[in-house]
């Protein structure tokens, strides 16, 4: 299983708010635990670019994304982070098709046969966005996102807006992504369950603050409560 | 209906389409530039815009005129250059154009606004520079608003009057229906005006016609 | 797209139309005259027998003499200046833009006052206009349409401007007025004897004579900067003859008398 540094020690502001940031580890899939309004989604922001921190390092895999002191921030474009956010914003105006191609040439994007086959959605690629189901939905766009060569993933609770009979259906084709693919994910998620299955590492937001709660293998162990 | 009334509404309808043409790409800058991030002298843009929908027409005619004239800073410029603007079909189109503008600006920038940035932000993580971000994600969903903001500036490009009179005169080689109804009347020939205003009916309900055919296309190809 | 494609043609089509081909008729550009809307449907006509007779073609750029004025001091191109107010050639004289030695007066006009066809005579003079029969009286804005300010100037010298202002409605050109008269919304309208055939439904009621009248005066000049400064003199001199001046007449205005040519 590849294991890849990453750095994210910034802080961030979110509305009157203040986000600290400050986790250097190496890990495969790290899942992003706390309550809605905490921040998740500013703190996934900030990784792809959509933010600016008001100071502080993002790096991934050896690559510097962010570098308050040597005044670097790589443009969203040039980061090669994969992003699925949470109402998926599937281009609305093109086809199934058009959606996962968007990316492609960027990175070194996996094989698209393999995405496909992954995420079962040949028979999706001459649809229209407006047709799709929700867990259509979220497959496409996890597809999307990886036919762009990201060197790593955010996925924004892509179980949320999913049915829960849905769920369970498409956990694995995350599982899947994680392990076949082996591209390093953030998963950002409010239910316990679905961070033990994807993540070896977790992170809570508790007032301001993400902090590490546990790491382990293979999964997590129980630990500090969390709210 | 004789040819010179035929020519009258080729040469208007000719005129107000390449306006048309000609303020689309400037219009849908500066809607763009308006809808998003506010800049230093944002303001002082958006008021330059709005003036020729508030001004009286003639006003911006005059303006024109003294910019564009032989012997204003611009016209002065373009006369070294061999070029002539005032009296000529290019003052028609650059009247039509300036009228127009701000109507397609309005449209264009109210569409701007109200896309999703999500989907902007999304394509940019995929690797699509700015310039790519506007042309496969931007444009196309603000299509419509452009469109019809296009329409507009269309319209209000056939109908002008008051500063076409000024600076493109009323020569046989500038006259548009606009003012040669508005000539037509003032001499006594109400046949005539009466036949050009009749064109200028169909011209209006086909402009509409077409406009909606686009806007439905636009749904439909999507 | 289709909707692209037919943007595309169209424009095409419109460039094209547009083209080099509409007022040159020879290897001369034509000689521009730019001529006050009252004017220009008898200096058509004049400029047609010129044209028959020369070789020359003449193109009109008819307008309002105040918009002529400010084109020409913008520099715009034209050859001869037809203005049917004095102040707008005051103007470009004082701008110059016309060479002051080719000013000439080449026509009058004469005030009438018209009411509806069905009501003609029934205003018979100025006495009548303070009565209490005229309700409205429709002229030219004073402020700046050329018969407004003669009408006004001609009240204000036999002395009723001050008792009848407040029935005077201003309108926005001379058309305006007898439209005004023509539908009953103004009693009796100011207007040139050559406005008269525009409208069909009003008659002259009384007219002004020209000895009590205002000096009307139509103006014309050869412009400083002419393209065709040889054919515009020329011109000039044709509008001046007793062909020119007959086509004036019928049309009703008053050819001035002056060194026939």
Same mark, same amino acid.
């Given at each position: 299983?590849?294991?890849?540094?990453?750095?994210?020690?910034?802080?961030?502001?979110?509305?009157?708010?203040?986000?600290?940031?400050?986790?250097?580890?190496?890990?495969?899939?790290?899942?992003?635990?706390?309550?809605?309004?905490?921040?998740?989604?500013?703190?996934?922001?900030?990784?792809?670019?959509?933010?600016?921190?008001?100071?502080?390092?993002?790096?991934?895999?050896?690559?510097?994304?962010?570098?308050?002191?040597?005044?670097?921030?790589?443009?969203?474009?040039?980061?090669?982070?994969?992003?699925?956010?949470?109402?998926?914003?599937?281009?609305?105006?093109?086809?199934?098709?058009?959606?996962?191609?968007?990316?492609?040439?960027?990175?070194?994007?996996?094989?698209?046969?393999?995405?496909?086959?992954?995420?079962?959605?040949?028979?999706?690629?001459?649809?229209?966005?407006?047709?799709?189901?929700?867990?259509?939905?979220?497959?496409?766009?996890?597809?999307?996102?990886?036919?762009?060569?990201?060197?790593?993933?955010?996925?924004?609770?892509?179980?949320?807006?999913?049915?829960?009979?849905?769920?369970?259906?498409?956990?694995?084709?995350?599982?899947?992504?994680?392990?076949?693919?082996?591209?390093?994910?953030?998963?950002?998620?409010?239910?316990?369950?679905?961070?033990?299955?994807?993540?070896?590492?977790?992170?809570?937001?508790?007032?301001?603050?993400?902090?590490?709660?546990?790491?382990?293998?293979?999964?997590?162990?129980?630990?500090?409560?969390?709210? | 209906?004789?040819?010179?009334?035929?020519?009258?509404?080729?040469?208007?309808?000719?005129?107000?389409?390449?306006?048309?043409?000609?303020?689309?790409?400037?219009?849908?800058?500066?809607?763009?530039?308006?809808?998003?991030?506010?800049?230093?002298?944002?303001?002082?843009?958006?008021?330059?815009?709005?003036?020729?929908?508030?001004?009286?027409?003639?006003?911006?005619?005059?303006?024109?005129?003294?910019?564009?004239?032989?012997?204003?800073?611009?016209?002065?410029?373009?006369?070294?250059?061999?070029?002539?603007?005032?009296?000529?079909?290019?003052?028609?189109?650059?009247?039509?154009?300036?009228?127009?503008?701000?109507?397609?600006?309005?449209?264009?920038?109210?569409?701007?606004?109200?896309?999703?940035?999500?989907?902007?932000?999304?394509?940019?993580?995929?690797?699509?520079?700015?310039?790519?971000?506007?042309?496969?994600?931007?444009?196309?969903?603000?299509?419509?608003?452009?469109?019809?903001?296009?329409?507009?500036?269309?319209?209000?490009?056939?109908?002008?009057?008051?500063?076409?009179?000024?600076?493109?005169?009323?020569?046989?080689?500038?006259?548009?229906?606009?003012?040669?109804?508005?000539?037509?009347?003032?001499?006594?020939?109400?046949?005539?005006?009466?036949?050009?205003?009749?064109?200028?009916?169909?011209?209006?309900?086909?402009?509409?016609?077409?406009?909606?055919?686009?806007?439905?296309?636009?749904?439909?190809?999507? | 797209?289709?909707?692209?494609?037919?943007?595309?043609?169209?424009?095409?089509?419109?460039?094209?139309?547009?083209?080099?081909?509409?007022?040159?008729?020879?290897?001369?550009?034509?000689?521009?005259?730019?001529?006050?809307?009252?004017?220009?449907?008898?200096?058509?006509?004049?400029?047609?027998?010129?044209?028959?007779?020369?070789?020359?073609?003449?193109?009109?750029?008819?307008?309002?003499?105040?918009?002529?004025?400010?084109?020409?001091?913008?520099?715009?191109?034209?050859?001869?200046?037809?203005?049917?107010?004095?102040?707008?050639?005051?103007?470009?004289?004082?701008?110059?833009?016309?060479?002051?030695?080719?000013?000439?007066?080449?026509?009058?006009?004469?005030?009438?006052?018209?009411?509806?066809?069905?009501?003609?005579?029934?205003?018979?003079?100025?006495?009548?206009?303070?009565?209490?029969?005229?309700?409205?009286?429709?002229?030219?804005?004073?402020?700046?349409?050329?018969?407004?300010?003669?009408?006004?100037?001609?009240?204000?010298?036999?002395?009723?401007?001050? =008792?009848? @202002?407040?029935?005077?409605?201003?309108? %926005?050109?001379? #058309? $305006?007025?007898?439209?005004?008269? &023509? /539908? +009953?919304?103004?009693?009796?309208?100011?207007?040139?004897?050559?406005?008269?055939?525009?409208?069909?439904?009003?008659?002259?009621?009384?007219?002004?004579?020209?000895?009590?009248?205002?000096?009307?005066?139509?103006?014309?000049?050869?412009?400083?900067?002419?393209?065709?400064?040889? =054919?515009? @003199?020329?011109?000039?001199?044709?509008? %001046?003859?007793? #062909? $020119?001046?007959?086509?004036?007449? &019928? /049309? +009703?205005?008053?050819?001035?008398?002056?060194?026939?040519?």
């Amino acid at each position: 299983m590849a294991r890849v540094p990453i750095v994210l020690d910034f802080t961030v502001h979110q509305g009157p708010f203040t986000l600290e940031v400050h986790q250097r580890f190496e890990a495969q899939a790290v899942a992003l635990f706390g309550p809605s309004g905490a921040g998740k989604t500013t703190v996934l922001d900030s990784i792809a670019g959509l933010r600016r921190p008001s100071v502080g390092v993002i790096e991934v895999g050896g690559h510097v994304l962010f570098d308050s002191e040597r005044h670097l921030d790589l443009r969203p474009h040039a980061r090669h982070v994969g992003y699925v956010p949470q109402d998926v914003a599937l281009f609305p105006h093109m086809s199934v098709r058009k959606n996962i191609f968007y990316g492609i040439g960027r990175g070194v994007s996996p094989s698209l046969d393999t995405v496909l086959r992954l995420l079962e959605i040949s028979p999706l690629l001459d649809r229209r966005i407006t047709g799709l189901s929700g867990g259509e939905r979220q497959r496409v766009a996890i597809a999307r996102a990886l036919m762009s060569g990201p060197n790593l993933l955010l996925l924004d609770e892509p179980l949320a807006a999913v049915e829960q009979s849905l769920r369970e259906r498409i956990l694995p084709y995350i599982e899947c992504v994680r392990d076949e693919l082996k591209i390093p994910l953030i998963y950002v998620s409010h239910s316990l369950d679905e961070v033990r299955r994807i993540a070896d590492r977790l992170l809570t937001i508790e007032e301001g603050w993400v902090v590490e709660s546990t790491t382990g293998h293979p999964r997590l162990a129980e630990g500090r409560v969390l709210r | 209906m004789n040819p010179e009334l035929i020519r009258v509404v080729m040469f208007s309808v000719g005129m107000a389409t390449l306006a048309t043409v000609v303020m689309l790409p400037p219009g849908i800058a500066l809607a763009w530039v308006l809808a998003r991030r506010p800049f230093p002298g944002r303001t002082a843009v958006e008021t330059l815009v709005s003036l020729p929908l508030v001004l009286p027409p003639v006003a911006t005619g005059l303006i024109l005129l003294r910019l564009f004239g032989r012997l204003g800073p611009v016209g002065r410029w373009l006369d070294r250059l061999g070029i002539e603007v005032v009296f000529t079909w290019k003052a028609v189109v650059l009247a039509m154009a300036i009228m127009g503008l701000p109507l397609l600006v309005r449209a264009a920038r109210s569409g701007f606004e109200q896309i999703d940035r999500r989907y902007e932000q999304i394509a940019a993580t995929l690797g699509a520079r700015p310039a790519r971000v506007f042309l496969t994600i931007s444009l196309p969903l603000a299509s419509r608003a452009v469109m019809a903001g296009a329409v507009l500036g269309f319209s209000r490009a056939l109908g002008e009057f008051g500063a076409t009179v000024m600076i493109a005169g009323t020569l046989p080689g500038t006259r548009t229906l606009s003012t040669s109804i508005y000539a037509y009347t003032q001499t006594g020939q109400d046949a005539a005006a009466t036949v050009l205003l009749a064109a200028a009916v169909v011209v209006a309900v086909a402009a509409v016609v077409v406009s909606n055919r686009l806007s439905s296309a636009g749904h439909g190809d999507r | 797209m289709v909707a692209c494609r037919t943007v595309l043609f169209v424009t095409i089509l419109a460039v094209l139309s547009c083209g080099p081909g509409d007022t040159v008729s020879n290897e001369v550009s034509p000689v521009v005259v730019s001529v006050a809307v009252s004017l220009s449907g008898a200096l058509r006509k004049a400029a047609d027998e010129f044209e028959r007779a020369t070789d020359v073609t003449v193109v009109l750029n008819a307008g309002g003499s105040d918009t002529l004025a400010t084109q020409l001091l913008a520099g715009a191109r034209v050859d001869l200046f037809f203005s049917a107010d004095t102040r707008q050639m005051d103007r470009v004289v004082a701008g110059g833009r016309v060479v002051t030695k080719t000013r000439v007066d080449l026509l009058s006009n004469q005030l009438v006052v018209v009411s509806h066809i069905d009501r003609v005579g029934k205003v018979s003079g100025v006495t009548d206009l303070g009565s209490s029969q005229v309700r409205r009286i429709a002229i030219g804005d004073p402020d700046s349409v050329p018969a407004g300010v003669y009408a006004r100037e001609f009240l204000e010298s036999v002395g009723i401007w001050d =008792a009848v @202002r407040s029935k005077v409605v201003p309108t %926005r050109n001379v #058309r $305006a007025a007898l439209a005004a008269v &023509e /539908a +009953g919304n103004a009693d009796v309208g100011f207007v040139y004897r050559t406005d008269v055939t525009l409208a069909d439904r009003v008659g002259i009621t009384f007219v002004i004579p020209v000895d009590q009248g205002p000096q009307i005066r139509y103006v014309a000049a050869v412009t400083s900067d002419a393209p065709h400064e040889a =054919a515009a @003199r020329q011109l000039l001199q044709f509008l %001046r003859s007793g #062909r $020119a001046r007959r086509i004036f007449e &019928e /049309a +009703g205005f008053i050819a001035l008398p002056g060194t026939p040519p």
